[in-house]
């Protein structure tokens, strides 16, 4: 099962977010409507993905993402955002953001982050296996 918390203020985000994400099997969606809740929860459960909207009521995306890392380092996260990809990839470097999202996110942009979460949970669990 891959956990998925979607981190949004905004009601159209998340919406539109859980709506692509609703009927995949083996996928559960949780929310969190502040950067800070979202951090808190991150703290209680375990996270396979962490999406976060642009702006929040409490912080923005990019800020959010900063924290999150000094919560989780290792979390997959995805953070939407308007900024051009090089402005993104300067404003984000260190991060380790999987991948930018529109603000209106579709489903083709969707399966390609799901797609990456895929390959990179399949590399850290093969990684676990040969440990043994």
């Known amino acids: 099962m891959i ?9 159209n985000f998340a919406a539109s977010l859980c709506l692509i994400l609703k009927d995949r ?11 800070n809740k979202g951090l808190s929860m991150v703290r209680d459960r375990v996270f396979h993905l962490v999406i976060a909207d642009e702006n929040l009521n409490d912080m923005t995306g990019l800020e959010f993402a900063k924290k999150l890392v000094s919560v989780n380092p290792i979390i997959n996260q995805a953070i939407a955002s308007s900024l051009s990809h090089d402005e993104f990839h300067e404003a984000s470097e260190g991060l380790g953001i999987l991948m930018a999202l529109p603000p209106e996110p579709e489903e083709v942009h969707v399966n390609r982050l799901l797609e990456y979460l895929q ?6 669990i093969g990684d676990r296996t040969t440990e043994r």
Do not use: A, H
């Open 3 to 11: 956990r998925i918390l979607i981190v949004s203020s905004e009601n």
């Open 25 to 35: 099997d083996g996928v559960e969606v949780l929310r969190s409507e502040s950067g």
């Open 119 to 124: 390959k990179i949970l399949q590399q850290t």
